[in-house]
């Protein structure tokens, strides 16, 4: 069993708590409090600032696996469906567990439901195990169970050996590519 959602939970709960003095339950018209508390009804949209969301799942063996980390400036987030739109963001892809890339993207839609990642509006994925990759496009979806990356729209990349200083591989435009997780295997068709 896969277990989601508190990643998109937490901020909601951050900003109930900021607003809980700011028009939040009232007291009976008696005059007299119920003396009982229920648990937080959260909304079903979230618009904040300063995002960060941290998405996991459980992954073989039953531990909870890290798949995505993003900051975000601004964005809304629905926690029913599990999925959102953030916006100047910036953040890490996971691949089993383990660091796989770096991002930066104007926007992001995840959703969760979907195992879905797309970043938009002039990406840019920098690898990190192996180092030395970058590749930038208009558009990156993610998928999280394929582990499959699709760039599109004047995809180009450009290969630096660790430490080096000098582009040894570069490539592009080109108007789509394919590249699993690792980033290891690109596919031009």
Same mark, same amino acid.
């Given at each position: 069993?896969?277990?989601?959602g508190?990643?998109?939970?937490v901020?909601?709960?951050?900003l109930?708590?900021l607003?809980g003095?700011?028009?939040?339950?009232?007291?009976?018209?008696?005059?007299?409090?119920?003396?009982?508390k229920g648990?937080?009804?959260?909304?079903q949209f979230?618009?904040?600032s300063?995002i960060?969301?941290r998405?996991?799942e459980?992954g073989?063996?039953?531990r909870?696996q890290?798949i995505? +980390?993003?900051?975000a +400036?601004t964005?809304?987030?629905?926690?029913?469906?599990?999925?959102g739109?953030l916006?100047? @963001?910036?953040?890490?892809?996971?691949n089993?567990?383990?660091?796989?890339?770096?991002f930066?993207?104007?926007?992001?839609?995840?959703?969760?439901?979907?195992?879905e990642?797309?970043?938009?509006?002039?990406v @840019?994925?920098t690898s990190i +195990?192996?180092?030395g990759l @970058?590749?930038t496009?208009r558009?990156?979806?993610w998928?999280t169970?394929?582990g499959t990356?699709l760039l599109?729209?004047d995809?180009?990349?450009a290969?630096? +050996?660790?430490?080096?200083?000098?582009?040894?591989?570069?490539?592009?435009?080109f108007?789509?590519? @394919?590249?699993n997780?690792e980033?290891r295997?690109?596919t031009?068709p």
């Open positions: 069993m896969k277990r989601f508190l990643a998109w939970v901020p909601a709960v951050a109930l708590a607003a003095g700011c028009g939040g339950r009232k007291p009976p018209a008696d005059g007299q409090g119920s003396g009982k648990p937080p009804t959260l909304p979230v618009t904040s300063g960060e969301v998405w996991q459980q073989k063996g039953g909870l890290p995505l +980390e993003v900051q +400036e964005g809304d987030l629905n926690a029913q469906t599990q999925s739109r916006m100047k @963001t910036r953040g890490r892809f996971f089993q567990g383990k660091p796989a890339a770096r930066q993207a104007p926007e992001v839609d995840a959703n969760q439901d979907r195992h990642v797309l970043a938009r509006g002039g @840019t994925l +195990e192996p180092a @970058t590749v496009a558009n990156v979806v998928n169970l394929s990356i599109r729209g995809v180009r990349f290969y630096v +050996e660790p430490g080096g200083t000098v582009v040894t591989a570069a490539g592009g435009p108007d789509r590519i @394919t590249m997780a980033m295997r690109v031009i």
